[in-house]
């Protein structure tokens, strides 16, 4: 089983010929429709076959109603924590040439508390994974992880979005980390005072990688998603999970891409799922069906909504 533990928001599109200016008013088209990174994480965890429970916290409102019938199509067991602030929102306006200008109106999700996160413990404690991101309050992800930790469980933390800083304490807690390169290079900067370019993690030469991933998470498993160049992967060295080496990077599927957005939740949550229903397996053979999941989710439009099925990846890549 997994345990998702973050955000949900119910975004609003609109599509128009520029971006307003103060005081302007354009005519556009609109669209919404679920996101938020742990609601995302937990469709692609549930949709890759894993039983999924995902708690977070929800208002009194349509969108708290949106959530709830969302997760039962899904069949995700949903904890919510109900919060007198609205459901998460987010703003945004996408212009012709594909900018968009964004604004995230966290409501019900900052008020997740600890309480309600020491209440879920026994879901935690009997779940093989328990994943998190930063979209939620940091002493909440922080006891989540701690609560999978002290039983023996995997505590997974995808360190998004890239603008949020990451303590110590909480970066001590996780057994596997899956950022990006933006968040990555932010990780190295605050934790080990190496300055490194977000679009150069890439071209780092991989033993120098391999080492800044060992000092950043000396205990635990480090997974670099580099877009369309795949992932680079550093476990310490006396626990590889299966793998034959340490450190290596596996390259992502060729696919049409439509939209990347969401694609770092896709791999994050199919990889608990990996994780959790199959975990006698090398680790290198998980990472690979989560790569899949991830490329397949980028030939559709939208993040939630664009997961797919365990059943359309095998159908597109073979078993
Ligand atoms: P994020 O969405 O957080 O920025 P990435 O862009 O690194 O994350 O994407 C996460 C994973 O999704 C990659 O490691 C890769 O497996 C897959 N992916 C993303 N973009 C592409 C692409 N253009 N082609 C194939 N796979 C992709």
Redesign the pocket.
Known sequence: DVVVVGSFNVDHVWRTDALPAPGATHGGEYASGPGGKGFNQATAAARSGARTAFVCALGDDVGGQLARALATADGIDLRDQRSPSPTGTAGIFVDAQGRNSIVIGPGANACLDTGFIDAQRDTIAAAGVTLAQLESPIEAVTAALRHARDTGRLAMLNP?PANVAVPRDLLAMADLLTP??TECAGLFARHLGERIDGDAVAYLDSPRLHALCRDLLPGGTVVI????A??FVSHPDNATRGDDTAWYRLG????A?VD?T???D??SGALAAALATRPGEPFAALLRDA?RY??LS?ERPGAATAMPTREEVAARFGG
């Not at 998603?225 to 369309?228: P, R």
């Not at 992502?252 to 696919?255: F, N, S």
Request: net charge negative; aromatic share 4%; glycine share 16%.
């Open positions: 998004a990006n390169e998603t580099l877009g369309a795949g992932c992502a599927e060729t696919v891409v990347t969401g694609a770092g896709a791999f790569s991830a490329a980028t």
